[in-house]
């Protein structure tokens, strides 16, 4: 399955984005998926996943402030993402996961997207 992530870009402390996460198949309703994060001179970092059901799983840091969701009709997740804060400046990746559980690491994923920058100024 091919992804394209969008929604990138900049926003001031406080404000909103959010993410989408297009998927190339019809079969995007089998895969469990998931948003991972990346600062420079970091490692990638789990944020969300939601399963093929709906049930959803996030970082502790992101519990409140960040929301994600599927519309399987149109083959697509999102991110919304509020409150954000300096720290929140990353390239986000949506990834697909065949497995039907929840993983936190990166090689708990299959497929990856191409990446969408968010940058938060203070």
């Known amino acids: 399955v091919q992804l394209q992530a969008s929604g990138g870009g900049l926003v001031q402390a406080g404000g909103s984005l959010r993410l989408s996460c297009a998927a190339s198949e019809r079969t995007f309703s089998n895969y469990v998926m998931a948003w991972f994060r990346q600062a420079p001179r970091k490692e990638r970092e789990f944020v969300a996943a939601i399963s093929r059901s709906g049930n959803t799983y996030y970082a502790d840091s992101m519990k409140g402030r960040f929301a994600i969701s599927r519309d399987s009709a149109k083959n697509t997740v999102y991110l919304q993402m509020n409150s954000l804060k300096p720290e929140d400046t990353a390239v986000y990746y949506c990834?697909?996961?065949?497995?039907?559980?929840?993983?936190?690491?990166?090689?708990?994923?299959?497929?990856w997207g191409q990446g969408t920058q968010v940058t938060v100024s203070s």
């Open positions: 990834a697909a996961r065949e497995i039907q559980s929840f993983s936190t690491t990166p090689n708990g994923y299959d497929y």
